[in-house]
C-alpha cells in the first residue's frame, strides 16, 4: 500500500514538474517573439520602401506605438477581464496567440500598401492592435495556468522561474 501511495505522490510531482517547465518555455518564447518585434519594429518601419520598410519618421512610429498603446489599455481593462472569465485560461490563451501571430506575419507586407497612405496606416495600426491584444491575452493567460499549476507553497519560487527567461531575452 504504501508502495502504490510513493508511486503517486512521484507521478503527481513529475506531472507538475512537467506542466511547469513547458509552461515556463512558453512564456520564454512568447517573451522573446514579443520583445523581438517590439525592438524592431522601429528600426524596421524607418527603413525605405525599397528596403522593406515603411519609410516612418520617428514622430509617425510614436503615433503608431502610442495609439496601440492607448488601445491596448482600453482593451485590458474593459475587454480582457470579461472575456477571460468566459473562456478561461487556457482557451484565452489559444486566442492570444490565433490574434498575435498572424499580426506578426502580415505586419512586413504592409510595405507593399506605401502607396496609399491611408490604407497603409490601416494595415499598420490593426495588425499593431492585434499584437498587442493578442499578447495580453497569451502572456495573462500562461501566467495564471503556471500559477494554478503548483502548491501555494512553491509559487513564488515558480514565479521566479518564470519570469527568468522572460528577463534573459529582455538582457540578450
Given at each position: 500500500m504504501?508502495?502504490?501511495?510513493?508511486?503517486?505522490?512521484?507521478?503527481?510531482?513529475?506531472?507538475?514538474?512537467?506542466?511547469?517547465v513547458v509552461?515556463c518555455?512558453?512564456?520564454?518564447l512568447?517573451?522573446?517573439t514579443?520583445i523581438?518585434?517590439?525592438?524592431?519594429f522601429?528600426?524596421?518601419?524607418?527603413l525605405?520602401?525599397?528596403?522593406?520598410?515603411?519609410?516612418f519618421?520617428?514622430?509617425?512610429?510614436g503615433?503608431g506605438?502610442t495609439l496601440s498603446?492607448?488601445?491596448?489599455?482600453?482593451?485590458?481593462v474593459?475587454?480582457?477581464?470579461p472575456?477571460?472569465?468566459?473562456?478561461?485560461?487556457?482557451?484565452?490563451?489559444r486566442?492570444g496567440?490565433?490574434?498575435?501571430m498572424?499580426a506578426?506575419f502580415?505586419?512586413?507586407?504592409?510595405?507593399?500598401?506605401?502607396?496609399?497612405p491611408?490604407l497603409?496606416?490601416?494595415?499598420?495600426?490593426?495588425?499593431l492592435?492585434?499584437r498587442?491584444?493578442?499578447s495580453i491575452?497569451?502572456?495573462t493567460?500562461v501566467?495564471?495556468l503556471?500559477?494554478?499549476?503548483?502548491?501555494v507553497l512553491?509559487?513564488?519560487?515558480?514565479n521566479g522561474?518564470?519570469?527568468s527567461?522572460d528577463?534573459?531575452v529582455?538582457?540578450?
Amino acid at each position: 500500500m504504501k508502495c502504490v501511495v510513493v508511486v503517486v505522490v512521484v507521478v503527481v510531482v513529475v506531472v507538475v514538474v512537467v506542466v511547469v517547465v513547458v509552461g515556463c518555455f512558453m512564456y520564454g518564447l512568447l517573451a522573446l517573439t514579443f520583445i523581438a518585434f517590439d525592438e524592431l519594429f522601429s528600426i524596421w518601419s524607418k527603413l525605405s520602401p525599397e528596403l522593406g520598410g515603411l519609410n516612418f519618421k520617428p514622430q509617425n512610429i510614436g503615433i503608431g506605438i502610442t495609439l496601440s498603446g492607448v488601445g491596448l489599455i482600453l482593451f485590458q481593462v474593459f475587454c480582457y477581464p470579461p472575456l477571460a472569465n468566459k473562456l478561461k485560461p487556457l482557451k484565452t490563451f489559444r486566442l492570444g496567440l490565433i490574434l498575435a501571430m498572424p499580426a506578426l506575419f502580415f505586419l512586413p507586407n504592409t510595405t507593399y500598401l506605401h502607396g496609399n497612405p491611408y490604407l497603409m496606416w490601416t494595415a499598420v495600426l490593426v495588425c499593431l492592435f492585434a499584437r498587442y491584444f493578442g499578447s495580453i491575452l497569451a502572456f495573462t493567460s500562461v501566467f495564471i495556468l503556471i500559477s494554478n499549476s503548483t502548491d501555494v507553497l512553491q509559487l513564488g519560487s515558480v514565479n521566479g522561474i518564470i519570469k527568468s527567461p522572460d528577463h534573459s531575452v529582455l538582457c540578450y
